[in-house]
T-cell receptor, first 109, second 113 residues
Framework: GQNIDQPTEMTATEGAIVQINCTYQTSGFNGLFWYQQHAGEAPTFLSYNVLDGLEEKGRFSSFLSRSKGYSYLLLKELQMKDSASYLCAGMDSNYQLIWGAGTKLIIKP | TAGITQAPTSQILAAGRSMTLRCTQDMRHNAMYWYRQDLGLGLRLIHYSNTAGTTGKGEVPDGYSVSRANTDDFPLTLASAVPSQTSVYFC????????????FGAGSRLTVL
């Protein structure tokens, strides 16, 4: 079966660094996505990885290891506005997205 | 502002009644999707449309129907609502099937009593 696993909740301190992990099992693979969703709002696209390695975009970076079925989202210099849920999704061979339940990130001052 | 408009924002519905959730996009995207989001679960695809005039079933299509008469509109209909359809519904679109960015609407919160 297809599955995405990520932690339910994480807590971090303002100004610190946090890494949100995601493991995936998909039928075929056409990329791994991260979306951010603030409470009561729509998900918004953060990053897409299809090749192994690290993609950096400002304070956010995303890493992919296809051999391990593993990805992580790294958030640096955390700000209070980063408090949100982070959704990991894998795209299978039919270009369907399989979504994780999301990781709720709580930032404390 | 370009994007996706969903209506209504929220609705309380009696079980057995019908309801249509509206979704309109102004980005001329080919592909559109309906997801439901429930606490503790990932987004689940209900129905999708790769292009105007075509639709397909997602992971949880039972009890829902869609139509895609034109590029911009993708309404979701519940013919006879049941309490298990209480959820937040998100409409989304992308340039094309397999495109790497989905744009989501703000969501419609539906409560079926």
């Amino acid at each position: 079966g297809q599955n995405i696993d990520q932690p339910t909740e994480m807590t971090a301190t303002e100004g610190a660094i946090v890494q949100i992990n995601c493991t995936y099992q998909t039928s075929g693979f056409n990329g791994l996505f991260w979306y951010q969703q603030h409470a009561g709002e729509a998900p918004t696209f953060l990053s897409y990885n299809v090749l192994d390695g690290l993609e950096e975009k400002g304070r956010f970076s995303s890493f992919l290891s296809r051999s391990k079925g593993y990805s992580y989202l790294l958030l640096k210099e955390l700000q209070m506005k980063d408090s949100a849920s982070y959704l990991c999704a894998g795209m299978d061979s039919n270009y369907q997205l399989i979504w994780g339940a999301g990781t709720k990130l709580i930032i404390k001052p | 502002t370009a994007g996706i408009t969903q209506a209504p924002t929220s609705q309380i519905l009696a079980a057995g009644r019908s309801m249509t959730l509206r979704c309109t996009q102004d980005m001329r995207h080919n592909a559109m999707y309906w997801y439901r989001q429930d606490l503790g679960l990932g987004l689940r695809l209900i129905h999708y449309s790769n292009t105007a005039g075509t639709t397909g079933k997602g992971e949880v299509p039972d009890g829902y129907s869609v139509s895609r008469a034109n590029t911009d509109d993708f309404p979701l209909t519940l013919a006879s609502a049941v309490p298990s359809q209480t959820s937040v519904y998100f409409c989304a679109s992308s340039d094309d099937v397999g495109a790497n960015v989905l744009t989501f609407g703000a969501g419609s919160r539906l409560t079926v009593l």
